[in-house]
C-alpha cells in the first residue's frame, strides 16, 4: 500500500503556509527574483485569477552561471526578499526546492523541480509552468523540453508591447498551433528587476518598483550597491 504524499509545507513565513496537496491548480512561477519587484507579484495574479487557479508557488532559482558577470543577493537575501513582497497576498506560497538543491551542490533543472513536486502531489492536482513570452521561442532547447510539458503545462504571460497576435506571428505553423491555447495576456508594466538595481545604486527612489517592505529589506542590508 502507497503512502499518501506528505504536506508541502514550505511557504510565506508569517502565516501558516497552504498545503498544496489541497489545491486543485497549481501555477509554478520560477525566477531569480533579484529583487521581487511589483510586477513578479502582480502578473502572476492575474495569470492565476485568469485560469481559476488556486495558488502561485514561487521557486526562486539558484544562481545562474549566465549571471556571474553581476554581483546578484544572496539566496538567503532574496528569499527574504520574496517572502516579504508575498506576505499580503493568500493565494501565493514560496517553495524553496532550487534553493535546496544548489546548497547540497546538485544541478537544478527546472525538469527536476516538476519531477520532485510531482512526487509528493497527488494525481489530482494539476501544474501550471508560468514563464513568459520570450520564453517561448526558446523552450524547445529546455532540457528535457517534453518531459516538462508532461509535468505542468506552460502557461504564457503575454506582456505590452507583445500581443497574442505579434507573439503567434512570430511561431511556425506547428509551434502556433502548440502556444496559442497557452498564452494569457497581462498588463503593461514595465519593471524590471535591473531597473530596480541600476535604481539603487544611483540613490534613485525605488518605492514605485517594489513592495514597501521589500524596499526597506534593500535600505537596511545595503543591497545592489557598488
Known sequence: MTQPPAPVTLGMPY????DLTRCRNVIIFGGSFDPPQRAHVELPE???????????????????????GRRQASAEHRLNMLRL????????????????????????????????LRRRLPAEVQLRLLIGADQVYTFDQ????????????????????????????????????????RLVAVDAMPISSTMVRESVQRNEPIDDLVPAPVARYIAEH?????
Do not use: F, N
Open 142 to 181: 529546455w532540457h528535457r523540453a517534453a518531459r516538462v510539458i508532461e509535468l505542468a503545462q506552460p502557461i504564457v504571460m503575454v506582456r505590452p508591447p507583445d500581443t497574442r497576435a505579434t507573439l503567434l506571428d512570430a511561431l511556425t505553423p506547428t509551434t502556433r498551433q502548440q502556444w496559442e491555447p
Open 46 to 68: 492575474q495569470v492565476r485569477r485568469a485560469i481559476h487557479a488556486d495558488v502561485v508557488a514561487y521557486m526562486p532559482a539558484a544562481r545562474s552561471p549566465l549571471k556571474l
Open 222 to 226: 545595503d543591497l545592489y550597491r557598488e
Open 15 to 18: 502565516t501558516a503556509p497552504m
Open 85 to 116: 513582497a508575498l506576505a499580503d497576498r493568500p493565494h501565493t506560497v514560496v517553495l524553496t526546492d532550487e534553493l535546496d538543491r544548489a546548497a547540497d551542490g546538485r544541478p537544478s533543472y527546472t525538469v527536476d523541480t516538476l519531477e520532485a
